[in-house]
């Protein structure tokens, strides 16, 4: 028995016999929207045009003193544009202070952190990262390569009193 996969619009509900004819529509922003951004698939041709009725939009928050959380305003160029009396908004916006966020989780959007890798795992031995490699990691007891001495008194390669042609014991 076979099994036979219907694609469809989510627009319109049409089938959808070439999947090289689907657009991927990622909606970010809409007044029935909750929960964040949401993902639809639609046939290219149901979105001829959509570059004409396009809007040249800016969007922009207001941080009043005071409050916690900023306003945030979406309105077209044009009017943005006039809210700049003496000098022409393109100057304005060019000469303006570039916004630096005060704490590094401010410039990441909420839930794009990623989880702390732990090296020393199976999962993820052997994968390259940056800074130092633990003890745990290189798979040598106590402290090597920070001056103490490996078990039984001897030093290893990665000490920094080893040279060329002297005689010390090198973990694998």
């Known amino acids: 028995m076979g099994q036979k996969l219907i694609r469809f619009s989510d627009l319109s509900g049409k089938t959808v016999d070439d999947d ?22 639609a046939l290219a041709e149901e979105l001829t045009g959509v570059e004409e009725v396009a ?9 009043h003193p005071g409050e916690d959380e ?6 077209e160029v044009a009017a943005f544009n006039k809210l ?13 202070k570039r916004v630096v966020a005060a704490v590094p989780s401010q410039a990441r959007p909420a839930g794009s952190e990623k989880a702390r890798i732990n090296y020393a795992s199976l999962e993820h031995a052997g994968k390259p990262h940056k800074g130092r490699t633990t ?10 390569g920070r001056g103490e001495p490996a078990p039984g008194g001897r030093r290893s390669a990665h000490d920094r009193s080893w040279q060329p042609g002297s005689r010390h014991t090198v973990w694998p």
Request: charged residues 25%.
């Open 55 to 63: 809007l040249d939009l800016v969007s922009f928050e207001l941080h």
């Open 84 to 96: 700049a009396a003496d000098t022409p908004m393109a100057e304005v916006l060019q000469s303006a």
């Open 135 to 144: 003890d745990a990691e290189n798979g040598r007891p106590g402290a090597l």
């Open 20 to 41: 090289s004819q689907l657009v991927r529509i990622v909606v970010r922003e809409h007044p029935d929207l909750d929960g964040g951004p949401v993902e639809l698939e």
């Open 70 to 75: 900023p306003e945030t305003f979406v309105m």
